[in-house]
């Protein structure tokens, strides 16, 4: 049902504050940054920081920790029959998540998300183009020999990365062989 830890959001009084002491501080890498979201890598969960509510909410102001799932709908109905009691209803999300947020029997708020990649990584490059000293540019396709000139590299497959497809095999093989080097500079998203 659940797959991994997606994220960990908290609550902050003072976003900007809050950001500096996660980026500079702690020396989190910032992801993305919205004005009522900022975004964090940290080993492979994002934590998430959002402006404390100024009003009563359905749920109080401890940190979310968000599952990803394959099947939202179908986990969804699997709580529901198992009577938890959810804070929300099933939604879309602006950033490509579809979740529902529900308690453990000790109040806890969790959440279940399925992400609509392609979505994602669109508003997400929006947000890393706020970020000071960033550039972000969406491609479906760079030349191996072009590859040099990024920072960074990220790579999405629909499918699990045990079974990546011959192309994107043979791209980094390519890549390889023209001694384009990516060490620390790629990234993956894998999903079903």
């Known amino acids: 049902m659940i797959k991994t830890v997606w994220c960990i959001t908290f609550y902050v009084s003072n976003l900007k504050k809050a950001a500096r002491f996660y980026e500079e501080i702690l020396g989190l890498e910032r992801k993305y940054e919205f004005s009522s979201y900022v975004g964090f890598e940290c080993g492979g969960v994002e934590i998430g920081l959002v402006p404390k509510p100024n009003r009563r909410v359905a749920h109080d102001a401890s940190p979310t920790v968000?599952?990803?799932?394959?099947?939202?709908?179908?986990?969804?109905?699997?709580?529901?029959?198992?009577?938890?009691?959810?804070?929300?209803?099933?939604?879309?999300?602006?950033?490509?998540?579809?979740?529902?947020a529900f308690k453990d029997p000790d109040g806890n708020v969790l959440e279940v998300t399925q992400i609509n990649w392609k979505k994602y990584f669109d508003v997400s490059a929006g947000g890393a183009r706020s970020v000071t000293g960033t550039e972000v540019?969406?491609?479906?396709?760079?030349?191996?020999?072009?590859?040099?000139?990024?920072?960074?590299?990220?790579?999405?497959?629909?499918?699990?990365h045990h079974d990546m497809p011959v192309t994107f095999k043979s791209y980094f093989e390519d890549a390889a062989a023209r001694n384009v080097s990516l060490k620390g500079k790629t990234g993956a998203a894998f999903g079903s």
């Open 137 to 160: 540019e969406l491609n479906h396709y760079v030349p191996v020999e072009e590859l040099a000139g990024y920072d960074a590299v990220l790579v999405g497959v629909a499918t699990y």
């Open 66 to 100: 968000q599952f990803l799932v394959d099947d939202i709908d179908m986990v969804y109905s699997e709580l529901k029959a198992k009577g938890v009691d959810f804070v929300n209803k099933l939604h879309d999300e602006t950033w490509g998540g579809r979740q529902v």
